[in-house]
């Protein structure tokens, strides 16, 4: 079996089950397959660099102790993406923050913007209408923009049908859309 990552390499079993006794090219195979996504993920979550690197880490670690037990169920990349999450609301019940909305999702939920003022006002206008998404809504918009998973991933790692996915994140594109129309007429 394999297993897809975001960026649409595969991590194929053997790799698994080396990383799984402990071989190191593996374990550096999969660091370098997923650290970059991870960390966007955690940076979208967090805001600065300082506590995504810290996230990512922390991410890092906790897969290094888990993988040994980790059960092949073709769902690598979800697993890996469950352990940043929970990294990620460890970090929040700890510092009571709420997380923000990162500038990264709004530049390309709005990447058609004709000229530099117009875009300005509008990434304002979008992070405000985004801060007022429930958390499940952006933390959607962040598994798919920021750490750029598959509907089918993201349906995995939050236990959902890849539709279900697919016309949630839909809608809520096209509510953004709209509100954004509304404010620029």
């Known amino acids: 079996m394999e297993y897809e990552n975001p960026r649409g390499m595969d991590v194929d079993s053997q790799t698994i089950q080396r990383a799984r006794t402990g ?11 997923y650290a970059k996504p991870i960390y966007r993920y955690h940076y979208s979550r967090v805001g600065n660099a300082a506590d995504a690197e810290d996230l990512t880490s922390q991410t ?13 169920r073709e769902r690598f990349t979800a697993w890996m993406f469950q352990i940043a999450r929970n990294k990620a609301m460890d ?14 999702v709004a530049d390309a939920a709005q990447a058609d913007a004709l000229e530099a003022v117009a875009r300005n006002e509008s990434r ?13 809504e952006q933390e959607l918009l962040r598994l798919r923009f920021t750490a750029e998973l598959s509907f089918v991933q993201i349906g995995q790692l939050l236990g959902r ?20 129309e509304a404010h620029n007429a």
Do not use: W
């Not at 190191?24 to 370098?32: F, Q, T, V, W």
């Not at 890092?60 to 092949?72: I, S, T």
């Open 23 to 33: 071989d190191r090219s593996a374990l550096a195979h999969i660091y370098d397959m």
């Open 60 to 72: 890092f670690m906790a897969v290094l102790e888990a993988l040994p037990r980790y059960q092949h």
């Open 91 to 104: 970090h929040f019940r700890g510092n009571h923050n709420e997380s923000q909305v990162p500038e990264s």
């Open 124 to 136: 304002t206008k979008l992070k405000a209408l985004m801060r007022m998404l429930s958390e499940d």
């Open 161 to 180: 049908r890849e539709d279900a996915v697919r016309k949630a994140i839909r809608r809520i594109l096209d509510r953004l859309s709209i509100q954004m």
